[in-house]
């Protein structure tokens, strides 16, 4: 069965342009989380789909970064328009439905914004 | 706010010794992961623990829960180069009413293992 898969694997972009990440859970994974790492700082956490709905943005750091869960198969997360301090890996997991199953990591995408 | 601070940050051994990484908050959490990440690659799960003063193994891995659920620590015996690698702790993020799903990481301790 295939893992979490994200796309790009990098991206390199320039201050104020549009970059849109995307990933595809493990097949019938209805949670599906966004986390980010920028240099230098642990893994911390964005948002959490549950089917196509938001269950928590908490960790969304600004308007500029939008995360949408069509349909409730894949995800994407655009950020609009990019600075400098969005440079960092974004790393996409998803889980089975259940408190205690584990989330399954996708090999993220690095993200350089000059 | 949830802390999870790990040491040391780093770490560079010889094949075929002992080593301790640590991690602790001072917020107490109802269960603590550990994952290890490789480059280009997400962090993958290697224990959930749940109890207070829970011990697991997992081949030369040894995983501890403190009693006061706000510290773990996990152990490598005769390490070998194949666990070189980023060990990150984790624990399920906390607001009102409860634990909830997203992850808490911590800070991360990088492992070199030359042989």
């Known amino acids: 069965e295939a893992g979490v898969t994200q796309f790009p694997s990098h991206s390199v972009i320039e201050k104020g342009q549009t970059v849109t990440l995307r990933c595809d859970p493990i097949?019938?994974?209805?949670?599906l989380y966004w986390y980010r790492r920028v240099m230098g700082k642990e893994i911390k956490f964005l948002l959490h789909?549950?089917?196509?709905?938001?269950?928590?943005e908490s960790g969304m750091p600004n308007n500029r970064f939008l995360a949408e869960r069509t349909g409730g198969t894949y995800s994407t997360l655009k950020v609009q328009p990019a600075e400098l301090e969005d440079s960092g890996v974004y790393f996409c997991?998803?889980?089975?439905?259940?408190?205690?199953?584990?989330?399954?990591f996708g090999p993220g995408t690095r993200l350089t914004v000059l | 706010t949830q802390l999870l601070e790990q040491s040391p940050q780093f770490l560079s051994i010889q094949e075929g010794e002992n080593l301790t990484v640590y991690c602790n908050s001072s917020?107490?959490?109802?269960?603590l992961q550990w994952y290890r990440q490789e480059p280009g690659e997400g962090p993958v799960l290697l224990v959930t623990?749940?109890?207070?003063?829970e011990v697991k193994k997992l081949k030369r891995l040894t995983f501890q829960f403190g009693d006061a659920r706000k510290d773990s620590s996990l152990h490598i015996t005769a390490a070998q180069p194949g666990d070189t690698g980023l060990y990150l702790c984790?624990?399920?993020?906390?607001?009102?009413?409860?634990?909830?799903?997203?992850?808490?990481f911590g800070t991360g301790t990088l492992l070199a293992v030359q042989p």
């Open positions: 997991a998803s889980r089975l439905a259940g408190l205690y199953n584990e989330q399954f």
């Open positions: 097949s019938g994974h209805d949670n």
């Open positions: 789909f549950v089917k196509e709905s938001k269950q928590d």
């Open positions: 917020s107490v959490f109802s269960s």
């Open positions: 623990v749940v109890t207070g003063g």
């Open positions: 984790a624990g399920p993020g906390f607001r009102r009413g409860g634990a909830t799903n997203k992850l808490i």
